[in-house]
């Protein structure tokens, strides 16, 4: 079992940065593929971005790349998402989760623990 706790979301303007952070606890934590989706309002939830379990590879959702970093230290059991250049459409719900299958993770066929979720919202 994997425990996963978000921190790190707040208000901000269109164009700041923020750092979210997601601390992993458990068994076997630092196996794990690590990923962040985010469920804007009225929306689906969606993918954003996603990291081995040693640190490699990394991918981004398209809407993303170039603006967001994910990062993740295993010593920490922390996995952290460096957000730039915010825009308004990046308010969401912002979830941390973690999956034994790097690709499964990726494409969210199977997620195998979540986090409670933390709220981003981005002012024009």
């Known amino acids: 079992q994997v425990q996963l706790v978000e921190s790190g979301g707040g208000l901000v303007q269109a164009g700041d940065s923020l750092r979210l952070s997601c601390a992993a606890s458990?068994?076997?934590?630092?196996?794990?593929?690590m990923a962040w989706f985010r469920q804007p309002p009225g929306k689906e939830r969606e993918f954003v971005a996603v990291?081995?379990?040693?640190?490699?590879?990394?991918n981004y959702a398209d809407s993303v790349k170039g603006r967001f970093t994910i990062s993740r230290d295993n010593a920490k059991n922390t996995v952290d998402l460096q957000m730039s250049d915010l825009i308004p459409e990046d308010t969401a719900v912002y979830y941390c989760?973690?999956?034994?299958?790097?690709?499964?993770?990726?494409?969210?066929?199977?997620?195998?623990?979540w986090g409670q979720g933390a709220q981003v919202t981005v002012s024009s």
């Open positions: 990291i081995g379990a040693n640190g490699r590879p990394s």
């Open positions: 989760a973690a999956g034994s299958v790097y690709r499964d993770l990726w494409t969210g066929r199977r997620v195998d623990y």
């Open positions: 458990g068994r076997n934590a630092d196996y794990y593929a």
